[in-house]
């Protein structure tokens, strides 16, 4: 069984930082995406960033280029999510995620979330 544990959230002042951990276990992908989405109250959920298994290249969402910066430890299967300079609408439900990639489709897993609060 695929489990992922988040940790790391928390209420900070706007221009704060938190570090987000996800550790990840019970699966043995041959390739895989680990990283963050969030939902924030009233909207869609939203990907924020993710890492990649197999040359760990990253992606990030316009959003949050230059302020967050995502770093995994494969060995460990643990992902962080540092965020710097926040700002009030950061705040959200933080999921982590894991998608199994295979020939034809993809399956996610998500962590049960982590609040992350900014205050103006």
């Known amino acids: 069984e695929v489990q992922l544990v988040e940790s790391g959230g928390g209420l900070v002042q706007a221009g704060g930082s938190l570090r987000l951990s996800c550790a990840a276990s019970g699966f043995t992908f041959d390739e895989y995406a680990i990283g963050w989405f969030r939902r924030a109250p009233g909207k869609e959920r939203e990907g924020v960033s993710r890492i990649s298994s197999t040359d760990d290249s990253t992606l990030y969402a316009d959003s949050v280029k230059g302020r967050f910066t995502i770093s995994s430890d494969f060995a460990k299967n643990t992902v962080y999510l540092q965020m710097n300079s926040l700002k009030p609408e950061d705040t959200a439900v933080y999921y982590c995620?894991?998608?199994?990639?295979?020939?034809?489709?993809?399956?996610?897993?998500w962590g049960q979330g982590t609040q992350v609060t900014v205050s103006s």
């Open positions: 995620n894991i998608r199994e990639f295979n020939v034809y489709s993809f399956r996610d897993y």
